[in-house]
C-alpha cells in the first residue's frame, strides 16, 4: 500500500519561506521516474510546481513551473524516502493545498510530463500553505 504524506505547510507573510516535506511508505521513491509538487488553489485548477525526472540517460534532473522557478527547489533524501519543497520569497499567489505525487512502478515519465497530473497514480493528501 502506497502512502504519501505531506508536511511543512502552515500561514507566513509574503518574502517568508517554507519547507514542505512528503514521506513515502509501500514505494521507493528512489525508484520513480518523476515525483514532484503540485499545488491547488481555491477555484483553480491544480498545477505542476516541480519535478525531479528520469532524463532516460541514467541521471536525473529537475523542472520548475515559470511562476516559481528561482524561488522554489526540489530535492529528495533516498535514506529518508523523503521528498522536500523549499519556498522562498512566497507571495500571495503561492497559497493553496500542495500535493505530493509518485508515479508508478512502470511509468514511462520524463521531462515532458514531469509536471502533468495524469503521469502520478499516488498522491498525498496535501499540506495548506498561506502567505499573507
Known amino acids: 500500500h502506497v502512502q504519501l504524506v505531506e508536511s511543512g505547510g502552515g500561514s507566513v507573510q509574503a518574502g517568508g519561506s517554507l519547507r514542505l516535506s512528503c514521506t513515502a511508505s509501500?514505494?521507493?521513491?528512489?525508484?520513480?521516474?518523476?515525483i514532484g509538487w503540485f499545488r491547488q488553489a481555491p477555484g483553480k485548477q491544480r498545477e505542476g510546481v516541480a519535478s525531479?525526472?528520469?532524463?532516460?540517460?541514467?541521471?536525473?534532473?529537475?523542472v520548475y513551473a515559470d511562476s516559481v522557478r528561482g524561488r522554489f527547489t526540489v530535492s529528495r533524501d533516498n535514506a529518508k524516502n523523503t521528498l522536500y519543497l523549499h519556498m522562498f520569497n512566497l507571495k500571495p499567489e503561492d497559497t493553496a493545498m500542495y500535493y505530493c505525487?509518485?508515479?508508478?512502478?512502470?511509468?514511462?515519465?520524463?521531462?515532458?510530463?514531469?509536471?502533468?497530473?495524469?503521469?502520478?497514480?499516488?498522491w498525498g493528501l496535501g499540506t495548506q500553505v498561506t502567505v499573507s
Open positions: 505525487a509518485a508515479d508508478g512502478p512502470k511509468s514511462t515519465c520524463t521531462f515532458s510530463g514531469a509536471l502533468a497530473s495524469g503521469e502520478y497514480p499516488y
Open positions: 509501500g514505494y521507493r521513491l528512489s525508484s520513480t521516474n518523476c
Open positions: 525531479i525526472y528520469d532524463t532516460g540517460s541514467g541521471s536525473r534532473d529537475t
